[in-house]
């Protein structure tokens, strides 16, 4: 059973601050490339700007046949054309960041007027964009360090005392975890279809928001490694988009955004959290990296951290714990009488005396 669980948000992937780069700045071509890491949210709409600029001037040339997942041929026309698309569905998403304090609060807005379609096309580009960052930046260097120090020598699996329970939609787990094993890590996320094995040898990650790719596979290190020679990884991205949600089941496979959100209950979720539950019932110390605990989390938080009766400490590793303090009591029962112990220093996870 897991004794310290790792709870996950989106400062977890930050990365690098050196390693930013914010181009015609005070202009309406403002945007900001990012080296090492993911943006947070109050930089999306700035990131979004740089993947237009990005999809808008990659070669595509539209007399050459472009093969997609090594088995379709389509024409330079067609992904010109899906190109085009992407450009319009980018340049809508980044207006409504905008409008809206977060991508989260119009994507709820989507889903309580019933804008089904909008809401799927949301979830679409906000996928492809995940997957392009990944493949532009370079992965945060403190996922490295995490797993240099917490995997197992015999058969570089996740300790069994820990549980990661992640809020993010990235794959910097799976990309860090490439430089130690070619096999997969135990990832359990709220679309996927894999299951928990009965006989758990290894601690388990689990990805409450499901995950920005197009499948049950990392989508970001599949096309690093089977696209085409001398084609630009986001050519064979865009070709991707432009097969989301289509019929490709001659194929043997059907393309959809694993992404999701919190509000949107499936029994899948509702699996997974009494897994959660089953597993850390015994947990003693939680560290949480770079989350903070948002409302419109707060329900899946609160049944999460209620069936952890044993929780003695609450590590919050942010820049500004603090900040991030009273939004946890908020998840806590009243009557809880748990620890909290703040951690400025993030350049590397937090590793605490429980481990």
Request: hydrophobic share 35%; net charge negative.
């Amino acid at each position: 059973m897991s004794k310290i669980i790792y709870y996950i948000g989106a400062g977890a992937s930050y990365g690098n601050k050196n390693k930013r780069e914010l181009l015609d700045e005070g202009t309406e071509n403002e945007r900001l490339l990012v080296h090492e890491g993911l943006p947070v949210v109050n930089e999306i709409a700035k990131s979004l700007v740089a993947f237009q600029e990005a999809v808008r001037n990659v070669d595509i040339i539209e007399s050459k046949t472009y093969t997609f997942m090594g088995r379709y041929a389509t024409d330079g026309t067609k992904v010109n054309y899906t190109r085009s698309r992407l450009l319009e569905d980018i340049k809508e998403l980044h207006k409504a960041t905008k409008e809206h304090s977060t991508i989260d609060t119009y994507a709820k807005k989507l889903y309580l007027t019933k804008q089904v379609r909008q809401l799927k096309k949301l979830k679409n580009v906000l996928a492809t964009f995940f997957i392009w960052i990944q493949l532009e930046s370079k992965t945060d260097q403190r996922y490295d360090t995490f797993l240099a120090n917490i995997l197992q020598m015999d058969n570089l699996s996740l300790p069994l005392n820990i549980s990661i329970i992640s809020w993010n939609y990235d794959s910097q787990f799976e990309l860090a975890y490439k430089n130690y094993s070619n096999n997969n890590l135990p990832i359990y996320d709220k679309l996927g279809e894999n299951l928990v094995p009965n006989n758990q040898n290894s601690g388990l990650i689990f990805k409450l928001n499901g995950s920005a790719n197009f499948g049950d596979f990392n989508m970001v290190d599949y096309i690093l490694n089977h696209r085409e020679k001398g084609v630009h990884p986001l050519v064979q991205l865009i070709e991707y988009y432009g097969n989301l949600e289509a019929d490709t089941t001659e194929l043997g496979f059907e393309l959809h955004s694993h992404l999701s959100f919190a509000w949107e209950s499936t029994e899948r979720q509702k699996e997974m959290i009494a897994t959660i539950n089953q597993i850390t019932s015994d947990t003693e110390a939680v560290v949480v990296i770079g989350y903070s605990f948002p409302y419109f989390n707060r329900e899946i938080d609160r049944a999460i951290f209620s069936k952890v009766p044993t929780l003695k400490t609450i590590y919050i590793q942010d820049p500004n714990p603090e900040s991030v303090e009273p939004s946890l009591r908020a998840v806590l029962d009243e009557n809880r009488n748990v620890k909290i112990e703040y951690q400025k220093d993030c350049t590397q996870f937090y590793l605490p005396r429980e481990l």
